[in-house]
């Protein structure tokens, strides 16, 4: 019987959630495991955790980013109790949405909760939580990790594909191809692509192609396979969560270079120009990564 | 000696790195043809030859800046004379990309600069890599860099 944890750090919790919606597999995975400490399911408190042996739980599970020293010091007190430290989840790998904060700094994050929000009637400064860190951290900035599951939160095939692998000690799963290859519109990319305009997702009513032939920003080219493309085939496109295919170091820079290609050339300004947010858009799942120590500032 | 009055004392003694992708059919031609024709220019360019400029990967810019350049260069052929007719232009428009990234980012977008240089132009390359030097000292250390 193998002994597992799972901790909810900085995020929305929807990658609890996740692992409760395998369904009925879950039965089949208790039957396998025993969870010592699973803070939103079991009742374990931090002293029980800092009770256990050193090595003693098998796999620990980190879902959510690293934001507050509670976070950091449960990473840290999780890496020591645990033989394999997995990484959960698109925050506690590359920060996710979260780390869109990162594009400001503490005070102004603050400012705009507590200080200056319009619908907070008192201004007042929270004084009793755990210390809250200058820039969003993920979990391999604290401690080392063996394993990741990608997605946000992980799809579901890509999680029993996951704990299959973990469960028998492999810590390399997953599939190494980007998720064009699976999309289910894939044979309606055209042979060329070329974009006249951006659309946002409203803007244009969806024929059912290929989403950039539509001229819809669609992070499938840049972004690793395995969850056999759920929100394409509910006429989403592709936001990324999945992270970047496992060769690629940077799943912004790699759709940058791709979609840019694919703009015309005689109004390419225009048409650069229209996309107002490009951090937002393209690192949508990776700005902590791109700026963990906040945005930069340069001199003039 | 008016242009050494000019600049300021406080990055008197700072020395850019300065990351150049040139494309081999032009741009690393017109530095070579620089070269032959002794024209002086800073030393502060590290060139690395690419067959194309639109084989530089928007990851080499970001990775060069993150590695400590100061400034990224990337020359190409004109546009019309791309030995791969189009690398060039797929180049221009991902560099219009990137400056808006590293704007939003904080890094001052005049960091990357892309230029045309044809295998004759010896002088323009000399002067532009004299010009983007002079315009990545008064910048200053890139922010990237002291991390």
Request: net charge neutral; proline share 5%.
């Amino acid at each position: 019987m193998k002994k597992i944890a799972m901790y909810w750090g900085a995020g929305c919790g929807g990658c609890d959630v996740s692992l409760l919606g395998m369904h009925e597999k879950l039965l089949d995975l208790l039957d396998e495991v025993e969870i010592v400490f699973w803070p939103c399911a079991i009742d374990a408190k931090y002293e029980d955790l800092e009770k256990m042996e050193d090595k003693s739980i098998d796999i620990a599970f980190y879902n959510g980013a690293i934001r507050t020293k509670e976070n950091e010091e449960i990473a840290k007190l999780l890496r020591k109790k645990a033989k394999l430290m997995v990484a959960y989840g698109s925050c506690a790998i590359e920060g996710c949405v979260i780390g869109l904060a990162n594009l400001y700094n503490k005070k102004e994050i603050f400012d705009a909760v507590y200080l200056k929000n319009e619908t907070t009637k008192e201004k007042i400064l929270p004084n009793k939580l755990p210390e809250f860190l200058p820039y969003l951290k993920t979990l391999d900035d604290v401690v080392k990790v063996d394993a990741f599951i990608p997605g946000c939160p992980p799809p579901k095939p890509v999680l029993e594909d996951a704990l299959d692998a973990l469960l028998k000690g492999k810590t390399k799963f997953g599939k190494e191809i980007a998720l064009c290859e699976e999309c289910p519109r894939k044979d309606t990319k055209p042979e060329k692509i070329e974009i006249n305009r951006f659309y946002r997702w409203h803007e244009k009513e969806d024929d059912g192609s290929c989403f950039l032939a539509q001229g819809i920003i669609c992070m499938g080219p840049a972004t690793r396979a395995g969850c056999k493309a759920e929100c394409i085939s509910a006429n989403i496109p592709c936001t990324g969560c999945m992270g970047a295919v496992p060769k690629v170091k940077d799943q912004g820079a790699a759709i940058i270079s791709a979609i840019a290609s694919l703009i015309n050339d005689e109004n390419e300004d225009e048409i650069i120009n229209s996309i107002e947010d490009i951090v937002g858009t393209f690192y949508k799942y990776s700005t902590a990564k791109l700026l963990p120590k906040g945005r930069m500032k340069d001199g003039q | 000696m008016k242009e050494q009055i000019e600049i300021e004392p406080k990055n008197m003694n700072f020395e850019p790195k300065i990351v150049a992708f040139l494309c081999n059919w032009c741009a690393y031609a017109g530095a070579d043809m620089a070269g032959v024709s002794r024209l002086k220019y800073p030393a502060n360019v590290v060139p690395i030859k690419v067959m194309c400029s639109g084989r530089v990967d928007i990851e080499f810019i970001l990775n060069a800046f993150e590695k400590g350049a100061d400034g990224v260069f990337i020359g190409g052929c004109h546009p019309g004379d791309c030995h791969y007719v189009n690398g060039n232009l797929r180049t221009r428009k991902r560099v219009k990309m990137v400056k808006k990234l590293l704007e939003q980012m904080g890094i001052n977008p005049k960091r990357l600069r892309l230029e045309w240089i044809s295998a004759t132009e010896g002088n323009k390359f000399a002067k532009v890599i004299k010009e983007f030097v002079e315009e990545v000292k008064e910048l200053g250390p890139s922010p990237w860099r002291r991390k």
